[in-house]
């Protein structure tokens, strides 16, 4: 593909690579996204977080997230990190109900010097909430209430709407209120 763009005439640069990228990925072609990837790697072409944000995004949605860390570790290297392509990990991880790896992934990030944005804590708790790991739920929500985030609609709905856990539900309301922090539903 690398050598087609050349013979064509067309001028190669991040802005195009991202573009096929993202049309590859789009249309079901995971694989084939990974292989240019590779291919830019092997060329010794800058490759931007964003690129890595488009396959890993691919790979998870495909459903491929062992693939996805792997190249994570693999490309990361040199590349700028971003709080889009951690979110896209943690997000990956939660759907596959890996959740403790998808809190100790937001550790890292945090000692990366990136902090956790709403979307990261709504991830996880979404994850714990599914799964009724109360326990787990309520250090995580007071941490994001006084980060000064709180739960979007959907997080807030799997609160309320928690069949096994009406009086623990109350109680963490409770203790959110006597904190003086203000829950949202946005």
């Known amino acids: 593909m690398y050598d087609e763009m050349n013979v064509l005439g067309y001028h190669r640069d991040t802005h195009t690579y991202c573009i096929m990228l993202d049309g590859l990925c789009r249309n079901g072609h995971v694989e084939e996204a990974l292989v240019f990837l590779r291919e830019l790697e092997r060329r010794n072409v800058d490759r931007s977080s964003a690129m890595l944000v488009i396959v890993i995004t691919g790979l998870c949605k495909k459903g491929k997230l062992d693939i996805a860390q792997d190249i994570n570790k693999v490309c990361s290297d040199g590349l700028h990190l971003t709080v889009r392509l951690y979110n896209t990990m943690i997000n990956a991880i939660c759907r596959e109900g890996l959740l403790d790896e998808a ?82 539903m946005f």
């Open 103 to 184: 809190k100790d992934l937001m550790r890292k990030m945090e000692q990366n010097g990136f902090s956790p944005e709403g979307f990261t804590y709504d991830f996880i708790l979404q994850g714990f909430l599914k799964s009724e790991k109360l326990h787990e739920v309520f250090p995580l929500l007071q941490e994001m209430v006084e980060k000064g985030f709180s739960p979007n609609g959907y997080t807030f709905e799997l609160l309320i709407n928690l069949p096994s856990a009406e009086s623990t539900l109350l109680d963490m309301i409770q203790e959110v209120k006597t904190q003086r922090f203000e829950v949202i």
